[in-house]
């Protein structure tokens, strides 16, 4: 009864909590620092506690089944934030350096709390509902003259906060007044380090009072120490720092994205976003390998987030969300409206109603004469067709499923006897658009003659497949590094026209895949490592993906090593996961457009990475699309809306994946040949079969038959599958919501036996 009683509490506490806006924070990650040593705690998903010193002497003597919902430290304390449904408290414990004198007290018990922050000597909290400002550990201290805040900062002598307006107020010492001052614009979040603030603008830029030199870009939160700070750049989430002494970022932690980051002083925190680990920086006792908890909770839980959950924080809350932070638009101002022209003078009417009686006729003959023109164009379209055959992209043609593609219209030339008027693009304005963004510098510009060497020449023996624009070869560099090569192929189609568009198709793809894959950085996209631009050349450089492909572990290889269920849904999320990064994190948003298993790649470690991008386009938002787009990518994985309609949206992908999925569990192919031979479309297979909840009958009978507790998983991925190829696109499940289902999945298929609660069909939100 106890515990039903505190799950109801906290149910309330959550609900009332979700009420106040998105700019109150309560942090699950708190550091202290006094003397040489260094205390990290955070909440894991039990929401306890758990704390970690550098070098170790400090113990914090908390409740073991005591439940906290957020933490905050200083210079030799730590306090912990507990909340019911009508009342809350602040329970801190101070500790010497060497952690052997410990005090408790309890210094709040009262009103609940919107945020709670602390700086290195004190603690100031906003009660809820009325957001007024409450410090503690502070004497002489009065807050009772101090505005409504709606965001938090505490430096050491010091308390700012945001207005209403966005507008900066401060109270403490005498040098405040100079930081209202200095921050005069309108601002969506403030923190403070030991002597300094910055704040973020509502377009996501950065100002900051007694820093020195700031970094430039934008950003979407902040940390601050003593003379020290970083950011998580809006970019890409992953964080800049800069400081005293040169301070930046350990190199190994540069590629990590986080969701969160924390200082105090000399030392930095960061959750990171992939898998919630805490990684800490700035002593080097945490070197080399920076890690301190392998799992965190990111956040506080609550009952509603109006920008949906954070992925993958699902099971750190037993009831209740972590909320995803919400992304600013910046605002457009509207058009200038046109004025039109006036209307002719009178004396001028006559004339031109008898020259629009000549134009009707004109109009009529050229209309003709233009629909005779098109007629002639789709004869020889169709003509061409016939004998060259015509692809969307890389999609083969039906009487040709079953058998190896010929390769010979496309046959490599070498470079030395190649056209020397093939139309190459200019890369110079791309690749300084890149490098303005901070990107080029990722890259490696190779030089031709290298590739050439590390190919040999571009020869047959070293071709392990083709893409977008061309074929794709294993090279081994000079230093030893084992890359994928991809080299634009020149067409040599005899007529002029016909060469030059494909040769367009194939340097916009180049294009395409360039400009994505320096802008995104994921573990789950293959991730480009350079290019040569050489007179006719185009080439990508790529890491190399052992494992080949995930289409030829599917249907070619007999003996792969993805012959277990839950290897399988394990793939799927891999995938999955990379395409939510496009879709939710990478700035601006990616569409691929040519979502397959061929463009699924496994590492030697049996990851997998989405490829390709050279379909791929930046953006819509969600909810919008790219109107009069002529429909590409690969038929079977096609979405029939996008088709039909030609409209992109994000749930294309959506739909592209969920045809992998269906590929997984079936072992058919997106387009195969049925019983008579005839082609079949794997939707139109094994839909009809999850519906009537029989999908035991289309499962790919190289693997082994699932045990009882893992056809509910697999079930599970049917049912995912059936909505992600639900005909109308707004239906479809987001990216999110599928990387939430298969780590359901994947965890239930894990298990003997699995909770029942946990895996559900009305969870899928299939309609079918």
């Not at 009325?130 to 900062?153: D, H, I, V, Y």
């Not at 298969?742 to 699995?754: G, I, Q, V, Y």
Request: with cysteine; proline share 6%; charged share 20%.
């Amino acid at each position: 009864m106890a515990s039903e009683t505190f799950f109801c509490f906290l149910f309330l506490l959550f609900f009332s909590v979700s009420t106040v806006p998105s700019g109150f924070t309560l942090s699950t990650v708190a550091i202290s620092e006094t003397s040489n040593q260094t205390l990290v705690c955070a909440l894991n998903q039990e929401t306890s506690l758990v704390c970690s010193s550098f070098p170790q002497g400090i113990q914090i003597p908390v409740n073991p089944n005591a439940s906290f919902s957020a933490i905050v430290a200083g210079d030799g304390f730590v306090c912990t934030y507990s909340s019911s449904s009508a009342s809350s408290s602040i329970h801190c414990w101070r500790f010497s350096a060497n952690g052997t004198n410990m005090t408790h007290k309890r210094i709040h018990q009262g009103p609940r709390l919107n945020e709670l922050e602390a700086g290195n000597s004190h603690i100031c909290g906003l009660f809820n509902g009325t957001s007024r400002l409450e410090c503690w550990q502070w004497l002489g201290f009065n807050s009772s003259m101090a505005p409504s805040f709606s965001n938090l900062a505490v430096g050491e002598n010091f308390v700012c906060g945001l207005l209403e307006t966005g507008k900066v107020s401060c109270l403490g010492d005498a040098n405040s007044t100079s930081i209202e001052n200095e921050l005069r614009r309108n601002y969506s979040a403030i923190t403070a380090g030991f002597r300094h603030v910055c704040a973020l603008s509502l377009e996501n830029d950065l100002d900051c009072w007694g820093a020195g030199v700031k970094p430039e870009g934008k950003f979407t939160a902040l940390a601050l120490g003593d003379d020290r700070s970083c950011a998580l750049t809006w970019l890409d989430g992953t964080v800049v720092c800069w400081g005293s002494n040169n301070f930046s970022l350990p190199e190994s932690l540069r590629t990590i994205h986080f969701s969160k980051i924390e200082a105090k002083r000399s030392v930095f925190c960061g959750v990171a976003a992939e898998n919630f680990s805490l990684y800490c920086w700035g002593d080097k006792r945490f070197e080399p390998s920076f890690m301190v908890f392998d799992r965190v909770m990111p956040g506080p839980c609550r009952s509603q987030c109006p920008c949906g959950p954070l992925p993958g924080s699902g099971s750190f809350c037993s009831s209740g969300l972590i909320c995803r932070p919400c992304e600013r638009q910046i605002q457009i101002p509207p058009a200038v409206p046109i004025t039109p022209p006036p209307p002719p003078p009178p004396h001028l009417k006559y004339k031109a109603t008898v020259w629009s009686r000549k134009m009707v006729a004109f109009l009529v003959l050229g209309c003709i004469g233009s629909l005779f023109m098109l007629l002639v164009f789709v004869f020889f379209l169709i003509r061409c067709c016939k004998t060259r055959g015509c692809r969307i992209h890389d999609s083969g043609r039906l009487d040709q499923i079953g058998t190896q593609p010929n390769h010979g219209s496309n046959q490599v030339q070498n470079p030395q006897t190649q056209i020397q008027n093939t139309p190459v693009v200019v890369l110079e304005k791309r690749l300084s658009q890149l490098a303005s963004m901070g990107n080029a510098g990722q890259l490696v510009e190779f030089s031709l003659q290298e590739l050439l060497e590390a190919t040999k020449n571009f020869s047959e023996e070293c071709k392990i497949g083709s893409g977008s624009f061309g074929s794709v070869y294993r090279a081994v560099l000079l230093d030893g590094l084992e890359v994928a090569v991809k080299r634009a192929e020149t067409s040599n189609s005899s007529s002029h026209f016909w060469s030059t568009k494909r040769q367009e198709d194939k340097n916009k793809a180049f294009i395409n895949e360039l400009e994505s894959l320096s802008r995104v950085n994921h573990k789950n996209l293959v991730r480009l490592l350079g290019f040569c631009e050489d007179k006719n050349e185009l080439v990508l450089v790529y890491e190399y993906m052992e494992n080949g492909t995930l289409h030829d572990h599917l249907h070619k290889l007999p003996n792969s090593p993805l012959r277990s269920w839950s290897k399988r849904i394990k793939m799927a999320l891999d995938a999955a996961r990379g395409i939510e990064y496009l879709h939710e994190y990478a700035i601006p948003h990616v569409i691929h457009r040519d979502i397959k298993s061929s463009n699924i790649l496994l590492d030697a470690m049996w990851t997998a990475k989405v490829s390709d991008f050279g379909l791929s386009l930046m953006g819509p938002g969600e909810g919008e699309s790219h109107l009069s787009l002529r429909a590409a990518g690969t038929v079977g994985y096609m979405d029939p809306e996008y088709y039909r309609l030609q409209q992109l949206t994000n749930k294309s992908d959506v739909y592209s994946l969920g045809v992998v999925l269906l590929e997984l569990l079936s072992g058919c192919k997106a387009i195969h040949k049925n019983e008579n031979g005839d082609a079949r479309n794997v939707v139109d297979f094994v839909v009809p079969y999850v519906v009537q909840d029989e999908i035991h009958r289309v499962l790919d009978p190289k693997v082994p038959p699932p045990t009882p507790y893992e056809i509910e998983a697999v079930a599970y991925v049917g049912y995912l599958a059936a909505d992600c190829v639900t005909l109308e696109g707004k239906e479809r499940p987001s990216m999110t919501e599928i990387v939430n289902s298969l780590e359901k999945a994947l965890t239930a298929c894990s298990m003997s036996p699995p909770p029942s609660p946990l895996l559900s069909r009305a969870t899928t939100r299939s309609s079918v």
